[in-house]
């Protein structure tokens, strides 16, 4: 089992900045984000190898950066320029072996 504990959400206005992390338990292969806001289907947002190849929906190119600390096992999602489109549910997850494990998930709502 891996544990992954979430933090970094919050309220921001449009065009500002929010960090989340994502600790992981234990080592993993890949570790990412997903998100789902209301009305809407869940979208993948990043992810990061444990080689640092990273994806990023064209949603967010440009304006999202994921790392990770390999040591700490933590995942890194740097949001800026935030647009109201982008409030949402943010969920961690972590495969391991072809296991997926997810975070409790945390709310960034972009509003003035």
């Known amino acids: 089992q891996v544990q992954l504990v979430e933090s970094g959400g919050g309220l921001v206005q449009p065009g500002g900045s929010l960090r989340l992390s994502c600790a992981a338990s234990?080592?993993?292969?890949?570790m990412g984000w997903y998100r789902q806001a209301p009305g809407k289907q869940r979208e993948l947002v990043a992810f990061?190898?444990?080689?640092?190849?990273?994806y990023y929906a064209d949603s967010v190119k440009g304006r999202f950066t994921i790392s990770r600390d390999g040591a700490k096992n933590t995942v890194y999602l740097q949001m800026n320029i935030l647009k109201p489109e982008d409030t949402a549910v943010y969920s961690c997850?972590?495969?391991?072996?072809?296991?997926?494990?997810w975070g409790q998930g945390t709310q960034v709502t972009v509003s003035s």
């Open positions: 990061i190898s444990s080689r640092d190849n990273t």
């Open positions: 234990g080592s993993i292969n890949y």
């Open positions: 997850y972590a495969d391991r072996n072809g296991v997926r494990f």
